[in-house]
């Protein structure tokens, strides 16, 4: 799977989840813009799983509307979907 992430997407996910998942079998394009970065299914999964646990935790204001790190969390769960 290849998916397309923008500079915030890319910086969230490496300081949050790949820092602690190091061993990941993935593959990192960058170019000015955007990051692409090639997984396979299950880590996608991983990544959107653990982007909801994320979400539920740190993702909303007292008022229940997303935040900052919401927006990029919601945006990493809908690019990680495999349908």
Same mark, same amino acid.
């Given at each position: 799977? /290849?998916?397309?992430l923008?500079?915030k997407q !890319?910086? @969230?996910?490496?300081?949050n !989840? $790949?820092?602690?998942?190091?061993?990941?079998?993935l /593959?990192? &394009?960058?170019?000015n813009?955007?990051? *692409? $970065? #090639? &997984?396979?299914?299950?880590i996608?999964d991983e $990544?959107? %799983?653990?982007a909801?646990e994320?979400?539920? #935790? /740190?993702?909303?204001?007292?008022? @229940?509307?997303?935040? /900052?790190?919401?927006d &990029?969390?919601?945006s990493? *769960? %809908? *690019? !990680? @979907? $495999?349908g």
């Amino acid at each position: 799977m /290849k998916v397309r992430l923008n500079r915030k997407q !890319f910086e @969230y996910l490496s300081h949050n !989840f $790949i820092k602690d998942h190091l061993n990941l079998d993935l /593959k990192v &394009i960058q170019d000015n813009e955007f990051t *692409i $970065i #090639k &997984i396979n299914n299950d880590i996608a999964d991983e $990544i959107r %799983d653990w982007a909801g646990e994320e979400l539920q #935790k /740190k993702g909303f204001e007292e008022n @229940y509307n997303l935040n /900052k790190e919401g927006d &990029i969390l919601e945006s990493l *769960i %809908d *690019i !990680f @979907y $495999i349908g």
